[in-house]
C-alpha cells in the first residue's frame, strides 16, 4: 500500500492517505518518463565519447596528449 | 543574504511513505530552504533512488542542469525533472542523504529557480556528490511543495525541514 504524508504548514495537521489509482498511474508515468530521458541521455554521452575516441584513433594520439596540444 | 531562518514545519517519519507534501505554506517569506535526510526502500543497481520535487501539485516544465562526483568519475547532464537522488536501501545501513534546496523569491510572479546541494552518503566507492540548477518554469507563487519518489517508500527516521528566509 502505497501512501501519501501532507503537512499543512498552517494549521501544523498531518494527513496520510492512501495514493489514488490515479496517482499510481502518474507516479508509474513520471518515473518511466524519468527512465527514458536518463537512457537517452546516457546514450548521447556514449556515442559523443565514441566520436571522440573514434577521432583520436585516426589522429594516432591518446586523450592526454589530445588534451595537452589543447591546452 | 539571509537575515533571518524560520522553522516552518519539520517532520521526522514515523511510518514509510512515498510522499511528503508541505501544504498552505506561508506566502510571508522571501526564500524557501528544504533539507532532507532520508532513505529510500527499494534496492539493486546505484545506490540511489530518485525523488521528485515539484509545486503546486504540478509535476510538469521542470528542467535542471548537474555536475556530480560518482565517487569513480565526474560528469555533468541535464534532465527534465526537478530530482533529488537518496539512499536507497541497498546503501551502507543508517545513512541517509544530506541534502538541502534553496528556492530564491518563491511567492513571485517569475519562473522558479531551484539550487539543490545533493550528498548520498554510502560508505563504498559509489557514493554521490551533486550541485544542480532547477527551474519550474511557471509563474505561480508556490504553496505547496512535494517530494516524491519514484519507486518505494520513503524509510522511517527520514527527515525534512522547511525553512522560511526573510531577507530583511
Known amino acids: 500500500m502505497l501512501t501519501k504524508l501532507i503537512i499543512n504548514c498552517e494549521t501544523g495537521e498531518q494527513t496520510e492517505v492512501e495514493l489514488t489509482a490515479e496517482e499510481i498511474a502518474q507516479r508509474e508515468a513520471d518515473a518511466k518518463a524519468y527512465e527514458a530521458g536518463k537512457k537517452a541521455k546516457d546514450a548521447e554521452l556514449a556515442a559523443q565519447a565514441k566520436v571522440k575516441a573514434d577521432v583520436l584513433k585516426r589522429l594516432g594520439l591518446t586523450e592526454d596528449e589530445a588534451k595537452a596540444l589543447l591546452s | ?168
Not at chain 2, 536501501?89 to 529557480?113: G, L, M, R, V, W
Not at chain 2, 554510502?122 to 557514493?127: E, I, L, S, V
Not at chain 2, 540548477?133 to 519518489?149: E, P, Y
Open chain 2, 1 to 168: 543574504m539571509a537575515y533571518s531562518y524560520k522553522l516552518i514545519e519539520a517532520k521526522t517519519l514515523a511510518s514509510a511513505v512515498s510522499s511528503i507534501t508541505f501544504s498552505s505554506i506561508p506566502q510571508t517569506y522571501t526564500d524557501l530552504l528544504l533539507k532532507t535526510c532520508a532513505r529510500g526502500s527499494t534496492t539493486g543497481g546505484d545506490p540511489w533512488s530518485d525523488a521528485q520535487l515539484s509545486f503546486n501539485g504540478n509535476t510538469s516544465n521542470q528542467t535542471e542542469r548537474w555536475l556530480g562526483g560518482f565517487g569513480s568519475a565526474a560528469a555533468s547532464g541535464t534532465g527534465s525533472q526537478m530530482i533529488l537522488r537518496v539512499n536507497k536501501d541497498s546503501s551502507t545501513s543508517n545513512t541517509f542523504d544530506n541534502s538541502e534546496f534553496y528556492i530564491p523569491n518563491y511567492t513571485s510572479a517569475n519562473y522558479k529557480s531551484v539550487s539543490l546541494d545533493n550528498a548520498v552518503e554510502n560508505n563504498a566507492t559509489a557514493a554521490l556528490l551533486m550541485f544542480n540548477a532547477q527551474l519550474w518554469s511557471n509563474t505561480a507563487a508556490i504553496t505547496s511543495l512535494t517530494l516524491a519518489l519514484g519507486a518505494g517508500n520513503f524509510m522511517v527516521n527520514s527527515t525534512f525541514y522547511l525553512y522560511g528566509i526573510s531577507n530583511s
